[in-house]
């Protein structure tokens, strides 16, 4: 069964800081996807990684896929209090696309 | 605004009580999705349906009972059910098959409390 684990699980961290989230899965995957979700709220889909050596960046955030270490990572630069939200992985596959989301990091930007 | 619209926003039922989630979708995907979450838990897959038909079924309890009736609306029907289902239902969309790997699109969810 797919396992997809993240750390930090919470991180506090000052505007202008950068830092990285890790996500580690289990079992293959080809594909990769990260999530925002804002308390109360539903998920907000950021980015999808296709392929081994795939990064994508949007404004601060940029994300990263190795395939071979079952790795993905979540790069936040120079934070800023809106980025404050709790943000998953997922691997998914398959035809359904059927997710496992990982455990999730809950990021507070301090000003 | 989200693309996936879940009525209602929130439910209280009783534990005898029978009612219904809705989840309705015009982007034209045709696999739609059912999860639950609890509070500071990451959302957990209950069903998969692909082409109007259920595909996968996490092991949910029956009390819970997907229903797809058309490309476009997905209800999940509840009955009986326990205090420990007190949660958030969201539903998603997609495309399926290998060559879509978009983005499950997620709707706000119901909030779902039983007493």
């Known amino acids: 069964e797919l396992k997809v684990e993240q750390n930090p699980l919470f991180l506090s961290m000052q505007e202008g800081k950068n830092y990285t989230i890790y996500c580690n899965y289990s079992t293959t995957s080809d594909r990769l996807y990260w999530y925002r979700q804002d308390p109360g709220k539903s998920l907000e889909s950021l980015f999808v990684?296709?392929?081994?050596?795939a990064v994508k960046q949007e404004g601060r955030l940029m994300a990263s896929l190795d395939t071979k270490a079952r790795l993905s990572t979540l790069h936040i630069t120079a934070a800023v209090h809106d980025l404050s939200a709790t943000y998953f992985c997922?691997?998914?596959?398959?035809?359904?696309?059927?997710?496992?989301f990982g455990t999730g990091t809950l990021l507070a930007v301090q000003p | 605004d989200t693309e996936v619209t879940q009525t209602p926003k929130h439910l209280v039922m009783g534990m005898t009580n029978k009612k219904s989630l809705k989840c309705e979708q015009h982007?034209?995907?045709?696999?739609m999705y059912w999860y639950k979450q609890k509070a500071k838990k990451p959302p957990e897959l209950m069903f998969v349906?692909?082409?109007?038909?259920?595909?996968i079924n996490e092991s949910v309890p029956s009390r819970f009972s997907p229903e797809c009736p058309n490309s476009s609306l997905l209800n999940l029907h509840l009955h009986a059910l326990q205090p420990e289902d007190s949660a958030l239902y969201l539903c998603?969309?997609?495309?399926?098959?290998?060559?879509?790997?978009?983005?499950?699109?997620f709707g706000d969810g119901t909030r779902l409390s039983i007493l």
């Open positions: 998603a969309s997609s495309r399926p098959g290998q060559g879509a790997k978009q983005p499950q699109h």
């Open positions: 349906y692909s082409y109007e038909k259920l595909s």
């Open positions: 997922a691997p998914g596959g398959g035809a359904t696309n059927k997710l496992i």
């Open positions: 982007m034209g995907h045709r696999a």
């Open positions: 990684l296709l392929s081994n050596g």
